[in-house]
């Protein structure tokens, strides 16, 4: 895989990552639109890990205070502070995508980066 393959893959995570698209359909398109080689998950894990420096970068004062908040509550969750209150959130909103994510990555999901299902689901 050339560098220029991967720069264009990273600019296109990181223009359709905070849009109301799939980021993952779009780098998977990306590569069978231009005749390049699919890129694997592996490099689309390290593309959307590059996303998620970039939130902890840009809301590091908030998960700082999440942190501080849930510490000084001794991990207890107290929802008169805000920030407590975020974290416990956060964790408690993200146990559905843990279940079902767990749930089927053992059902071999690599016939979902065909190119045909991504077009046809992008368009409902």
């Known amino acids: 895989m050339s560098l220029l393959h991967i720069i264009c893959l990273a600019l296109v995570q990181g223009l359709t990552e905070f849009l109301p ?4 359909g779009h780098l998977i398109l990306f590569s ?6 699919d890129q694997g998950v592996g ?8 996303s998620l420096f970039a939130v902890v970068i840009y809301f590091r004062t908030e998960i700082t205070n999440m942190i501080k908040e849930v510490l000084k509550d001794k991990l207890l969750p107290n929802f008169k502070h805000a920030y ?3 974290a416990y ?3 408690v909103g993200s146990i559905p995508a843990l279940i079902v994510g767990g749930g089927l990555r ?3 999901m690599e016939f979902l980066r065909n190119p045909k299902i991504i077009g ?3 368009l409902f």
């Not at 069978?32 to 080689?37: D, E, G, I, K, R």
């Not at 490099?43 to 590059?50: I, M, P, R, T």
């Open 89 to 91: 959130l956060l964790v």
């Open 84 to 86: 407590n209150r975020l």
């Open 43 to 50: 490099v689309d894990v390290a593309l959307h890990l590059g």
């Open 120 to 122: 046809f689901t992008i």
């Open 32 to 37: 069978s639109l231009t005749n390049m080689q």
């Open 21 to 24: 698209v799939s980021s993952s």
């Open 106 to 108: 053992n059902y071999g």
